[in-house]
């Protein structure tokens, strides 16, 4: 299998269905061959910073794969913006984790915050823990204190790169390398679609790369604190997220899956070490 011709396809294909777009020049041919099917993550950031003509967003909740993502976008100066959301409702080993990241990279980080209107109202009309009442009382939160945000920070944007997993879960395993999002007229971007935890672990065990000590305890997927446990031997990766609820669709809605369009490559075989943290 002809693996960088398919990534190069997929990438031209995908960014030639947005708008704006970046066009078919043979000057991208070759950052776009460079991107291969490996655990090479700095060369996949490098190439679609190479082809897209306009201002490229990483958002990060600093979880593993964002960690990953973060140091192979700083280690390389490139010109993607890193942000973040804080909710209000973080755990503070991860505000202790953002403050780290910056000073070891030497950058900032951009917050986006939730609208103060929106959250006072938010939280008259349910309670504080009013998300605990039902799916669409948990959405409400979600919209206004990750969605909306996201919209802002996304404004102007040609790209949105993203640290999703295909076997996050069920409803991730049809990622893609790159596809348009339509909702925010822009090519959303999966570097590490193809990665196990495992890869993504060494990746960053092996580099020095801080990460989040709630991992080492059983948080395998980090977001507000209210809404995040811990997950025991055997259970799927996102099992702790908003885990009162039945349904087994753990989204926020910051990622609506738009996976008809760039269909998955084959996944990479695991390496045989063993996932901590």
Not at 65 to 88: C, N, P, R, Y
Not at 213 to 220: A, K, R, S, V
Request: glycine share 6%; net charge neutral; with cysteine.
């Amino acid at each position: 299998m002809n693996t960088p011709k398919i990534l190069q396809d997929r990438v031209r294909s995908a960014f030639a269905s947005a708008d704006p777009v970046t066009g078919n020049s043979d000057s991208h041919t070759s950052s776009i061959s460079n991107v291969r099917h490996d655990p090479d993550l700095a060369q996949r950031l490098a190439a679609i910073r190479s082809i897209a003509r306009g201002r490229v967003v990483f958002t990060t909740s600093f979880g593993i794969e964002d960690q990953a993502i973060t140091h192979a976008i700083f280690e390389q100066a490139l010109a993607i913006d890193v942000v973040t959301f804080d909710t209000g409702r973080l755990f503070p080993e991860t505000y202790e984790l953002w403050a780290l990241t910056e000073r070891q990279y030497g950058r900032c980080i951009k917050p986006f915050y939730p609208g103060c209107a929106a959250v006072e109202a938010l939280v008259a009309r349910q309670g504080i823990n009013g998300f605990h009442a039902s799916v669409e009382a948990r959405h409400a939160c979600c919209a206004v204190r990750k969605i909306e945000p996201l919209r802002r920070a996304l404004t102007g944007a040609i790209a949105w790169v993203t640290g999703l997993r295909a076997d996050q879960s069920d409803d991730r395993a049809g990622l893609s390398f790159a596809a348009p999002d339509p909702e925010h007229k822009l090519i959303k971007v999966n570097p590490v679609f193809d990665w196990t935890r495992e890869q993504v672990v060494a990746f960053v065990r092996d580099r020095g790369i801080p990460y989040n000590p709630l991992h080492d305890q059983g948080f395998l997927s980090i977001g507000c604190a209210p809404c995040t446990r811990a997950v025991s031997p055997g259970e799927p990766e996102r099992a702790g997220r908003w885990w009162w609820e039945q349904d087994q669709k753990k989204e926020c809605g910051l990622h609506r899956l738009h996976l008809a369009q760039a269909p998955a490559l084959a996944q990479s075989p695991p390496p045989r070490e063993e996932a901590k943290p």
